[in-house]
T-cell receptor
Framework: SQQGEEDPQALSIQEGENATMNCSYKTSINNLQWYRQNSGRGLVHLILIRSNEREKHSGRLRVTLDTSKKSSSLLITASRAADTASYFCATDITGANSKLTFGKGITLSVRP | AAGVIQSPRHLIKEKRETATLKCYPIPRHDTVYWYQQGPGQDPQFLISFYEKMQSDKGSIPDRFSAQQFSDYHSELNMSSLELGDSALYFC???????????FGSGTQLSVL
């Protein structure tokens, strides 16, 4: 079953605007991570938030985690054309040893 | 800085043939993961190794096998290839479990 479900599936914004992407999951987690992928390329880690954290910042990125709602959001502020990519949330599920489960990605297009 | 190295970058095979994908994790990383990503799909977890022992197993077909060697490199062996095996195969490594993953550039497998 799908662990992480992102919404929206696709997002198109103007450069300079903020982009918010949401992710929901189903089971108990140790941490939740966000990754970025440019077309056909490898995934790049953006940020990790642990289950006992509620908010985390890294540069223009802000991630929130609500374990009671089993959801997370990724906010990219002051977006740039170079932010155009697919974004995935991934969960480290409680009880798993070495396994990160990815949700369906969100395609972000930032228009110059 | 050293990254995860995968080879080959592209591979074309016929149905029913075999394929071997190789992965060289970042030095000192103790955990290796394999993922399969179809076009427009999210990465699907196949299998992981921690300190050269199989750690977690995902949706890996019985036709596939993987191992991690004494030098920590890993190989994914795929036999009796089917058209549906055409995908991007990623290897990733991490330092410890439940940590961020570093992905290789992937192997694009095309089965004709």
């Amino acid at each position: 079953s799908q662990q992480g479900e992102e919404d929206p599936q696709a997002l198109s914004i103007q450069e300079g605007e903020n982009a918010t992407m949401n992710c929901s999951y189903k089971t108990s987690i140790n941490n939740l991570q966000w990754y970025r992928q440019n077309s056909g390329r490898g995934l790049v880690h953006l940020i990790l938030i642990r289950s006992n954290e509620r908010e985390k910042h890294s540069g223009r990125l802000r991630v929130t985690l609500d374990t009671s709602k089993k959801s997370s959001s990724l906010l990219i502020t002051a977006s740039r054309a170079a932010d155009t990519a697919s974004y995935f949330c991934a969960t480290d599920i409680t009880g798993a040893n070495s396994k990160l489960t990815f949700g369906k990605g969100i395609t972000l297009s930032v228009r110059p | 800085a050293a990254g995860v190295i995968q080879s080959p970058r592209h591979l074309i095979k016929e149905k029913r043939e075999t394929a071997t994908l190789k992965c060289y994790p970042i030095p000192r990383h103790d955990t290796v993961y394999w993922y399969q990503q179809g076009p427009g799909q999210d990465p699907q977890f196949l299998i992981s190794f921690y300190e050269k022992m199989q750690s977690d197993k995902g949706s890996i077909p019985d036709r596939f096998s993987a191992q991690q060697f004494s030098d920590y490199h890993s190989e994914l062996n795929m036999s009796s290839l089917e058209l549906g095996d055409s995908a991007l195969y990623f290897c990733a490594s991490s330092l410890g479990r439940g940590r961020k993953l570093f992905f290789g550039s992937g192997t694009q497998l095309s089965v004709l």
